[in-house]
């Protein structure tokens, strides 16, 4: 896609304050992810989402959004996308001027299955969020 603006990025600089946050809630939630794969950020990290062993996911779609208006959705941007409908809280960076109704969003998430003593946890990561207008 031609003139995307980047609304999110995980990747790149493991000192970003959005992957301190990540790696401090698979650190609470879902350790199994970081033994498994490292921490986001890492080197060890990269080597598997380039390797492709965490799954690489890009889904393009058209952006709505319902603000508190719409009492059915509340506060959400939803995205339609060939797999159905995301939704993510109207909030911090959805809120950005970029984000308008008919916008084309790609999402890139890894996606990642680990296998534990008490059956397999899945993960689902945006690690970039970019937005086009027209």
């Given amino acids: 896609m031609r003139n995307m603006t980047i609304l999110y990025n995980l990747g790149g600089d493991s000192d ?3 992957v301190i946050s990540a790696n401090n ?3 609470k939630y879902n350790p199994f992810l970081i033994n498994e794969f490292g921490a986001i950020g890492s080197s060890e990290w990269w080597e598997h989402f380039a390797s492709g062993r965490i799954t690489k996911k890009i889904v393009g779609s058209i952006a709505s959004i319902a603000p508190e208006e719409d009492d059915d959705l509340g506060d959400a941007v939803t995205i339609q996308t060939s797999e159905g ?3 993510y809280e109207y909030d911090g960076f959805w809120k950005s001027p970029e984000v308008k109704v008919g916008a084309t ?3 890139v998430r890894i996606e990642s299955t680990v296998s534990t003593r008490t059956g ?3 993960t689902l990561i945006d690690i970039k969020i ?3 207008n027209g």
Avoid: G, K
């Fill in 16 to 18: 970003n304050a959005l």
């Fill in 130 to 132: 970019e937005i086009q």
């Fill in 105 to 107: 969003v790609e999402i």
């Fill in 120 to 122: 397999p946890i899945s």
């Fill in 85 to 87: 409908q995301i939704a």
């Fill in 25 to 27: 809630n698979l650190r």
